[in-house]
């Protein structure tokens, strides 16, 4: 398994897709039947100090393929048990960002957490907006740069069966953030307010 690498990624203007590279893949040597995985500790850390996204795959033994998205400030820890690994990352930034990302063995489990990030912005009268809601999800915290009409905004909250389960206005959203729970679609009306947001889930890895 690859187990430090260091990536330049390109500036980012905030408005095309993200532009992912791999920085780290690869399996475990012990490739035999009894092999069911290692726990190891994944750090991720930009030299540049800035912020940058990055997709997590990996697989355990007989386990299925597994996916986590973060987003990173500056660095984070993530601990994962795993056989094989693929950690993609993407620039945030409108300069330059050098990133690195290093696997180490550890000896048990690690609790981790980390975050990540959604953007989005309203126009006025336009549709309520779905919020893709990430693997290891826990709560979402959701910021306005509209705060002078926070209570035209709201985040609604439907279950699996489409039955809409809350609807929160934003001058109510509690400061520990909504749970997901079993939550099927995570939307945001906006009132027909105008202005840019962030929803940023809390998760448990």
């Known amino acids: 398994m690859l187990t ?11 408005t095309d897709d993200l532009d992912f590279q791999t920085l780290l893949t690869g399996q475990d040597g012990d490739c035999s039947r009894e092999s069911r995985g290692k726990w190891r500790i994944v750090e991720l850390v930009s030299q540049s100090g800035q912020p940058f996204d990055a997709e997590l795959r990996w697989t355990a033994g007989n386990g299925g393929n597994l996916k986590a998205l973060v987003t990173v400030s500056r660095a984070t820890r993530v601990g994962l048990f795993c056989l094989s690994l693929n950690v993609r990352v993407a620039n945030l930034d409108d300069a330059i960002n050098v990133v690195s990302g290093v696997v180490a063995p550890a000896r048990t489990f690690v609790q981790t957490r980390n975050q990540y990030e959604v953007r989005g912005s309203e126009g006025e009268h336009a549709a309520p907006v779905e919020i893709p809601i990430p693997p290891f999800a826990e709560r979402l915290h959701v910021y306005f740069t509209d705060y002078a009409n926070l209570a035209s905004w709201a985040i609604a909250v439907t279950d699996a069966q489409g039955t809409l389960r809350s609807y929160t206005t934003a001058d109510t959203i509690p400061s520990t953030g909504i749970t997901i729970g079993g939550a099927g679609k995570i939307e945001v009306y906006s009132g027909a307010q105008t202005g840019e947001w962030r929803a940023v889930f809390s998760l448990s890895i």
Do not use: F
């Open 4 to 14: 430090s690498q260091v990536l330049s990624l390109a500036s980012w203007n905030g």
